[in-house]
């Protein structure tokens, strides 16, 4: 969760060895060693300034930006460096072969590392620049487009160059270790005449077998493949090639992560009126993409949404451009990805899907799938926004308000509002989507610098499902599990079993129990390396820490008083779990967390034998909150409404009500109608009752008078620098040195005069991963002026060993 990295704006001055963190990206153990050499390269480094926030001209034409010069000269950022640019000599044998976005490797020191090329130059202050060593590829690896992208995020993120690069050219490309894979191909030498055939039949049947088999295909047979459909050994086909029967060559093969399924073409769907008035203006935009404004749709679930992204991407096809589909976490949504490969079954090749759950060599090949143009169509999670497409016409963000859209490991950026800015640079048309659309966007409609576009209606009159609120004040006194599965909850769970329909529970929290009390002392079992109560897992009978990771087995009795009476207090799915498979010993319940699926296909299965009628209940965590479509589902029950809503987090209230709305959403969307139960001790919190009532207008209204009140976004930025250490002192000094610096500056001027500076404080989730953490937190109107403005103070400043400071513009996760 409070995932991070070494900082890396500080740049230059840092001195501080870098930390590895557990969740920073694998390739970041190793920079230390790189770093310190390039500190001491004076000579390299570039009189920098001139490649900053230099943006394409509105709608430039990718040739002019593209072309190669024979600039004698190159910028270039190194992959791990705390610097941001050194400038190279390119030498004659290259002249006119390196490009904005070739890689290469240049000589720092003793050691040749991978380096981007940002700018050619004709001329340089510098004099005795060392040449670079070594091209690496032919074509650029980041077009133009692209690199102006990564400057627009350091400078709007307040991080290196080479840190927003690394977003944009995934590791596995980055590091050009990974080839593409060649797997061993069979063909026939020469096809033999009948008498052959009918001699090597009687003589060896297998060969025969292999010759038939082989004289039916039109393309070569990988070995594997034939080696299993024919029964034979490799020692078979190796005698066969030797007397020229058979040829054996190698081929790159695709590895391609859908290969094992087949789409069936799914027709397009006659739209209905509403969706034909939504599709006026998104075909409008994809047309003429001068009409420039971003595309807020907001319709309710089941409203239809997808078939006016899937419509908006067949009339960008149809004029000969592509398009980038973003969809949250889609590695936990298979069922969004089929929906798109389906209506483009034709297109198979064509489109590529880029998520977390693929392996290397997938991604490495989807990735040049899409960069060597032979891809039309990507569909992919936050980093998808980086797809190295050529003639974009079209970004769709779906569900644009999940918070996962959010990076949280540097570069910290929102994939959402890179998006915006990339279409913005391409001169493409952008929509965004949602039944719950982000405060931001919203606003962003309301003021008019979105279009907002609206589907207030489910397809084909399908009723919104009925929410009831039950209070778990009065029901927690009946009795033991009560508070988790009240009595009506209960019964209208017992109605669909009888009837054959499918039912929902839903709890945010993985686990058995949240925690682990002693009776008598209070003593409650926490991680030893965050504050954080540790969590019991019956499965694995263990306790957890959802931060760390961090196990410890389950004490018999209180480690402290050593009072046997410890218990467990408060529910988490496994608990849930197993109430409803006591109380219902007929009916099959599958849950669906983290923990249950942990292999990269269980999920899909355990959703399919859902949708197949072949589990009466499923119990989860937000895994099941999302996009997922199940006819058959009448009931939805959400266990306990309030876990969001008591954080010290100012979007409580906006995560509540998308959280309810989305997981609602899920009810009712067959012919029967849905009802969902919302267990709840606030049942009259603001965003229970406007969910409750399907009321987004009036939820938005009152949270948008709280975020005027008390300066939040979407009126302000808010940006949240934390510093860390194993040193509670260190952390806490140099946050106070931080704080007294920015609020010198803004007397000084440099930062907006809007800034706001709050004290610095401990962090509300004060110790993770072992490391003490304080906050501070910046506030303003003119983001990217205090950006730039913080991003000088922190290059000025030292802080103690082992202190990390990483800023977070536009920050999601306060704790
Ligand atoms: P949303 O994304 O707005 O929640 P979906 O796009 O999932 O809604 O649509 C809900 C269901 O309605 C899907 O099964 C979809 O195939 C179907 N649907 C959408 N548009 C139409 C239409 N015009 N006619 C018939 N069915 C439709
Ligand atoms: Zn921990």
Redesign the pocket.
């Known amino acids: 969760m409070v995932a991070g990295e070494a900082d890396e704006l500080l740049g230059g001055v840092e001195r501080v060895p870098r930390r590895a963190d557990i969740n920073a990206g694998c390739d970041d153990a190793s920079q230390d060693e790189h770093h310190e050499d390039l500190a001491n390269e004076p000579e390299h480094r570039a009189q920098l300034k001139p490649s900053r926030q230099k943006l394409l001209p509105k709608n430039a034409p990718m040739e002019r930006v593209r072309g190669m010069s024979n600039a004698p000269y190159a910028r270039v950022v190194p992959d791990r460096s705390g610097h941001s640019a050194f400038d190279y000599e390119i030498p004659g044998h290259l002249l006119g072969k390196v490009a904005i976005g070739s890689r290469v490797r240049v000589p720092v020191r003793t050691r040749l590392l991978l380096a981007t090329v940002v700018d050619l130059l004709e001329t340089t202050d510098i004099e005795g620049l060392k040449p670079i060593a070594e091209l690496l590829s032919g074509k650029p690896l980041i077009n133009p487009v692209l690199i102006q992208l990564g400057h627009w995020i350091a400078s709007y993120y307040c991080c290196a160059l080479h840190v927003a690069l690394r977003a944009i050219l995934p590791q596995v490309v980055r590091d050009a270790e990974m080839k593409e894979k060649m797997l061993l191909f069979a063909r026939l030498a020469e096809k033999p005449d009948a008498a052959a055939l009918e001699q090597i039949a009687k003589r060896a049947p297998k060969q025969a077998a292999v010759i038939d088999f082989l004289m039916g295909q039109s393309e070569p047979v990988a070995v594997t493949e034939l080696m299993k459909e024919c029964g034979v050994t490799r020692a078979t086909l190796d005698g066969m090639r030797e007397r020229g029967v058979i040829a054996l060559e190698r081929q790159a093969v695709q590895r391609d992560p859908y290969k094992e399924e087949t789409f069936l073409h799914?027709p397009q769907?006659?739209?209905?009126p509403e969706?034909l008035a939504a599709f006026e203006p998104i075909a409008a935009a994809v047309k003429n993409p001068a009409i420039h404004r971003p595309i807020l749709v907001h319709?309710?679930?089941?409203?239809?949404?997808?078939?006016?992204?899937l419509r908006a991407i067949d009339l960008c096809l149809s004029i000969g451009k592509t398009a980038i589909v973003l969809v949250p976490e889609i590695s936990l949504t298979p069922q969004t990805v089929e929906?798109f490969k389906s209506r483009f079954a034709h297109l198979q090749e064509q489109v590529a899907v880029l998520h977390s759950n693929l392996s290397d060599g997938e991604r490495h090949d989807e990735w040049h799938k899409i960069n060597n143009g032979a891809a039309r169509i990507v569909i992919g999670a936050r980093s998808g926004v980086f797809a190295p497409i050529e003639k974009l016409g079209l970004i769709v963000v779906?569900e644009e308000h999940e918070n996962s859209y959010k990076q949280e490991d540097a570069p910290r950026y929102q994939a959402r509002d890179v998006a915006v800015y990339r279409a913005y640079m391409e001169g493409c048309a952008i929509i965004l989507?949602s039944?719950t659309p982000s405060m931001e966007s919203y606003h962003n409609a309301l003021s008019g610098k979105y279009e907002l576009v609206r589907?207030l209606s489910?397809?084909?009159e399908?009723k919104m499902p009925k929410i009831r609120i039950i209070d778990l004040r009065l029901e927690a006194s009946r009795g033991p599990g009560a508070s988790i599965l009240s009595e009506p909850l209960c019964k209208a769970i017992r109605a669909r079993l009888a009837k054959k329909e499918q039912s929902i529970l839903f709890l945010n929290r993985r686990g058995f129990s949240t925690s682990l009390i002693c009776s008598s002392c209070g003593h409650v079992c926490e991680c030893p390396n965050c504050s954080l109560a540790l969590t019991f897992h019956r499965g694995a009978n263990r306790l957890v820490c959802h931060i760390c990771g961090h196990t410890a087995v389950v004490p018999a009795k209180c480690p402290v008083c050593a009072d046997p009476r410890i218990k467990y207090s408060g529910a988490g799915t496994e608990k849930v779990e197993e109430l409803v498979s006591a109380f219902f010993p007929e009916a099959v319940v599958k849950r669906l967390d983290a923990d249950s699926v942990s292999r990269k296909d269980s999920l899909k299965e355990a959703l399919h034998a859902f949708r197949t009628g072949k589990i009466d209940i499923l119990v989860g965590t937000q895994m099941i909150a999302k996009?997922l479509?199940f006819?058959n589902v009448t009931l939805v029950g959400i266990v306990n409404a309030d876990m969001g809503l008591h954080l010290p987090d100012f979007r409580g209230g906006e995560r509540t009500f998308q959280l309810l709305t989305q997981v609602a959403?899920r009810a009712g969307?067959g012919d029967v109608e849905g009802e969902v139960y919302v267990q709840t001790y606030t049942p009259f919190h603001p965003a229970i009752q406007f969910a409750r009532h399907h009321d987004f207008p009036g939820f938005w209204e009152q949270e948008i008078e709280f975020r005027k009140k008390t300066n939040f976004p979407p009126f302000w930025h808010m940006v949240l620098v934390t510093l860390r250490s194993e040193s509670e002192s260190h952390a806490a000094f140099s946050a106070d040195t931080l704080a007294r610096r920015v609020r010198e500056s803004l007397e000084a001027g440099s930062l907006p005069e809007d800034t706001m500076v709050s004290n610095p404080a401990p962090a509300p989730m004060e110790k993770s991963h072992g490391q003490y953490r304080f906050h501070l937190m910046l506030r303003t109107r003119r983001i990217t002026r205090l950006s730039k403005g913080l991003h000088d103070i922190l290059e000025k400043l030292t802080f103690p060993e082992e202190v990390i400071v990483s800023v977070d513009v536009d920050a999601y996760q306060l704790l």
């Open positions: 799914a769907l006659e739209m209905n969706q319709g309710v679930t089941g409203s239809g949404k997808t078939e006016l992204y929906r779906d989507g039944a589907l489910r397809v084909d399908r996009g479509h006819p959403g969307r």
